[in-house]
């Protein structure tokens, strides 16, 4: 005998992860519905040539049947819905839609919904795959060269009577014309210049030109724009551009006393503490450089041993993120709309790590380590001015520390993940590591 509380339902399943579930609803309970919501309006219903309260049922089936009928089905459809997905054990995911199937003089009510569904799958082997984890130490050349590079990024300058050289700064103005012409192009001239020789900002033989130059000199410089030069109709032409030198300034480094100490926090200018606290940076940033090679080494073996299908509505909504992340930083630049494709790759990623972990964290019952979690935040407010006040704001809302939790639980992941596989040690200098770009 069939189970008389089951709901009469049909699942198809279509291309990919996309489902289409069929959803027959009893038509004596849509028109018992019907009926009632008719006699319930026949109270408050007004209609010209009728009573309050006297209007025959037949002509307010014949005014309000078809609305009626539509309200009541889409509440049905709504609240059956729900029911037939756990009946048949669907998790959906994205935005369903629904199509209708009805016939009132048959007695017919059925919906259809289609929509996608998480793709099922078990976590692939890990063994036999390595990962190389940086062994890096901070040496005190490596301390001595970033504190140089502290006091390039402070480095002032100071006119001299000299010719000019690489690392100078000039003050100019130049005009330059295209090979045949004898207006400058749009854009081609500027007044008041500030150039540093070397620093790579003027097209190819612009700066070398201007080496051996003197205070009140004029050159000519007869030079090319690149065959990849941003401006099309500026690409590969030949140019001439006179330059007249208003002032050469060299480069002054600060002395490393007291008070560039003080420049960086050090209140009483104690050099030994300056130096301490900036290998403290130093080890930070290098910790954080470490985890992260190790983590994208991680993730990537995670995507390659698990190789799923993706619901594409997971997708479109990624893209939409990644839009709106773009939008949000670039705010006060002008508005232009990027197609999704150049988010797509990344937007598919993202998805398939995201259902990967999940997988992963499911299958090992994982839960965000409080003591992780405590250093986490503890690491964070560390670099704050008031690290309590850090520790405090995290700790005092629920929706802020689940930020860290959830980088916690990920990096619970990756050591699941290196339990599995063989870990190989890569000895490398800091600067190979960091690269030059390090900051304290």
Do not use: C
């Amino acid at each position: 005998m069939r189970d008389q509380t089951k709901m009469q339902v049909s699942v198809e399943n279509g291309a990919g992860l996309e489902r289409r579930v069929t959803v027959a609803l009893e038509p004596e309970k849509v028109e018992s519905a019907v009926e009632d919501r008719l006699r319930n309006l026949s109270h408050s219903a007004r209609l010209p040539g009728f009573r309050p309260g006297k209007i025959p049922l037949k002509i307010l089936r014949l005014r309000y049947g078809e609305p009626i009928r539509s309200e009541v089905l889409g509440e049905m459809m709504q609240s059956s819905f729900a029911e037939a997905l756990i009946q048949e054990g669907l998790n959906p995911v994205g935005k369903p839609s629904f199509a209708l199937d009805m016939n009132p003089v048959a007695g017919h009510y059925a919906y259809t919904a289609t929509f996608e569904v998480l793709p099922e799958f078990e976590l692939g082997p890990l063994a036999g795959n390595s990962v190389k984890r940086p062994v890096v130490e901070v040496g005190d050349e490596d301390l001595e060269a970033l504190i140089q590079r502290l006091r390039e990024q402070r480095k002032t300058f100071l006119d001299v009577d000299r010719p000019a050289q690489m690392g100078d700064r000039l003050k100019i103005s130049f005009s330059g014309t295209l090979a045949g012409e004898t207006e400058p192009f749009p854009g081609g001239t500027a007044k008041d210049l500030f150039l540093m020789l070397g620093g790579g900002q003027m097209i190819p033989g612009f700066e070398a030109g201007l080496v051996g130059v003197t205070v009140g000199e004029e050159r000519v410089l007869e030079l090319s724009f690149p065959d990849t030069y941003h401006a099309e109709h500026l690409k590969g032409k030949p140019a001439s551009f006179t330059v007249v030198v208003h002032a050469v300034a060299e480069p002054q480094l600060p002395v490393v006393d007291e008070e560039f100490a003080k420049a960086f926090g050090i209140e009483d200018g104690d050099l030994a503490r300056f130096r301490e606290d900036v290998r403290a940076n130093m080890s930070r940033e290098l910790k954080q450089r470490v985890e992260a090679k190790v983590k994208s080494q991680v993730m990537d073996l995670l995507l390659e041993t698990n190789p799923i299908e993706i619901p594409k509505s997971l997708i479109a909504d990624e893209i939409q993120s990644l839009k709106e992340q773009m939008r949000n930083n670039m705010r006060g630049a002008p508005k232009v709309e990027l197609p999704d494709g150049l988010f797509a790759d990344n937007a598919r990623r993202r998805v398939a790590l995201g259902l990967v972990l999940a997988k992963v964290v499911k299958t090992n019952d994982l839960k965000a380590d409080p003591e992780r979690v405590r250093e986490a935040v503890n690491d964070l407010a560390s670099t704050y001015e008031d690290p309590q006040e850090v520790v405090d704001y995290y700790y005092g809302n629920k929706e802020h520390l689940a930020s860290i939790e959830a980088l916690a639980l990920e990096s619970q992941v990756v050591d699941w993940v290196l339990s599995q596989v063989l870990v190989e040690d890569e000895p490398q200098s800091f600067q190979q590591l960091m690269g030059a770009g390090t900051s304290a």
